[in-house]
């Protein structure tokens, strides 16, 4: 902008001294009248005195003396024509002296006439110089205004692209801290909710832990007040059996010592002694019979009397069995944590699976898990305790809480 303003500038400046600079036209010059006047007129003229006071017609040359036989003639007129005159008689003195007066007259008319054609010229001269003067002090004054009018026009220019470059770098220096200001708001907020989403994650987390270690020490709270009442159960049981069996063994002995006071007072009878025997248990088996003999064990039948499982034993075993097959368990991520798949396990009386694990009931993806981690982890360590009721427990129905996972 600036630069285009200095050119224009300058472009006017030079288009103002070049026609300052041009070639004036030649100044024209007034034109004088003149008179053409013949020889004769001339010499009636310069015969007057120049310091005469009146005019007198047919006036007569002022001769001092009269000549001597002196002719009367009349001055004949001047022929004008171009053609030289025949030679007169030699000129007398009068004559001379009239003739250096008219040249005399002549050149100083002609002196007069170029002076004051000199002072016209002069004057003319000076006029027209005068006035190229002045034509030239007003172009130059003209110049002079327009170049302090391109200097303003360049000067205002300046200001008003300073004025635009120092708005526009306020506007770029103002969107640019505007950015700043919003970048570093959302950078904040951005932050912000980092730290909001982490602290949720962390107090779902360690909410997570709480309950799943409240959950474990409560199982084992459970399993521990289970194996208590178990461990009383069976000492209770075995305190009763065996009040049982002193019991039973007080009654045989005081029947046997009724037996034998019954025997002392009655008399000796050999059949006594042969249904005494008969009424003893052997004191070892001598081997099971059928229609062929059968080596091998058998799991034992629906309809027989093997030991059975109190219902606080059952609950126990189960307890620990879940226990167990909830640390192998994984549940997939986005299932439903509040799914109870029911899962049939068959086992052996060492613990290991007797079949694969089958899902009958609950929320498939969670049982695939369980039955997955059921088969992960087998074998099952069975307490001693339960060996007795292996019937009870070799088939049963496993709960697995995803919630407790």
């Not at 002995?253 to 052997?282: M, S, V």
Request: net charge neutral; hydrophobic share 40%; proline share 5%.
């Amino acid at each position: 902008m600036i630069f285009s303003s200095v050119a224009h500038a300058a472009l006017f400046v030079v288009l103002f001294v070049g026609f300052s600079s041009a070639k004036q036209f030649a100044d024209h010059e007034e034109a004088i009248p003149v008179d053409f006047v013949s020889e004769s007129d001339l010499r009636q003229m310069t015969r007057g005195e120049r310091d005469a006071k009146t005019v007198v017609a047919n006036a007569q040359r002022k001769v001092d003396r009269a000549a001597e036989n002196a002719e009367r003639k009349q001055d004949a007129p001047l022929a004008q024509r171009d053609v030289e005159a025949p030679a007169g008689p030699p000129p007398s003195n009068e004559k001379a002296e009239a003739e250096a007066a008219d040249k005399k007259a002549a050149e100083e008319k002609a002196r007069a006439d170029a002076e004051a054609r000199a002072k016209v010229e002069a004057e003319v001269k000076a006029k027209a110089a005068a006035e190229s003067a002045a034509r030239a002090a007003e172009q130059a004054e003209r110049a002079r205004q327009a170049a302090a009018a391109a200097a303003e026009q360049a000067r205002q220019d300046k200001a008003r692209q300073e004025a635009a470059q120092k708005a526009a770098e306020e506007q770029e220096r103002k969107e640019a801290e505007e950015l700043r200001q919003r970048r570093a708001e959302e950078a904040k907020k951005a932050a912000a909710e980092k730290a909001r989403r982490e602290a949720e994650a962390q107090a779902l987390h360690e909410k997570i832990a709480r309950e799943k270690q409240e959950a474990e020490e409560r199982k084992a709270a459970e399993a521990e007040k289970a194996r208590k009442a178990a461990e009383a159960k069976r000492m209770a049981d075995e305190r009763a059996k065996k009040a049982a069996e002193e019991k039973a063994k007080r009654e045989a002995e005081a029947k046997a010592a009724a037996a034998r006071r019954q025997a002392e007072q009655k008399p000796f009878n050999p059949t006594d002694i042969a249904t005494l025997l008969a009424n003893k248990q052997p004191a070892q088996s001598t081997g099971s019979t059928g229609a062929q003999p059968q080596r091998q064990a058998s799991l034992g039948s629906p309809t027989s009397s093997a030991p059975k499982l109190s219902p606080s034993d059952r609950e126990s075993l189960i307890g620990y069995l879940q226990a167990k097959m909830r640390d192998c368990v994984s549940v997939p991520p986005g299932s439903n944590r509040n799914a109870r798949p029911e899962i049939r396990v068959l086992l052996t009386r060492d613990g290991a699976l007797a079949a694969p694990p089958a899902l009958v009931g609950g929320d498939r993806a969670v049982g695939e898990a369980a039955v997955r981690g059921i088969r992960a982890c087998a074998p099952y360590k069975i307490p001693d305790r339960f060996m007795a009721q292996y019937e009870e427990w070799r088939s049963m129905i496993i709960t697995i809480d995803a919630s407790d996972l």
